[in-house]
């Protein structure tokens, strides 16, 4: 972190941020934090409205709830599962890995 502290500050960056960003879309960290922002609120009703559902398929199955962060992956494929009918087990015949590899 030090050696891309002053990398910035010989190439006149205030930070190294600003070094990386220079070249990139974003012209600034400021520009980047306000994407994040933005992206944030925008999404924040719809995973609230989904870790909601997870929760009732949770407590209708007899897990306690609120979830813990590490049950959200389970339950996110069981409630997968319900919906559309199929499990990632039997879409795996359609997808070998060497053909995912040539893909």
């Not at 520009?31 to 559902?53: H, N, R, T």
């Not at 962060?69 to 087990?89: A, K, M, P, Y």
């Amino acid at each position: 972190l030090s050696l891309r502290k002053e990398q910035a500050a010989l190439l006149a960056y205030k930070s190294y941020a600003e070094y990386s960003l220079s070249s990139k879309m974003a012209k600034s960290p400021e520009a980047v934090q306000k994407m994040f922002d933005e992206l944030s609120q925008a999404a924040k009703p719809a995973a609230a409205k989904d870790l909601a559902e997870l929760n009732e398929l949770a407590a209708k199955e007899g897990d306690p709830t609120p979830l813990a962060q590490w049950d959200v992956g389970f339950w996110s494929e069981r409630l997968r599962e319900s919906r559309f009918e199929f499990t990632d087990e039997q879409l795996r015949p359609y997808f070998p890995l060497p053909r995912v590899l040539e893909g």
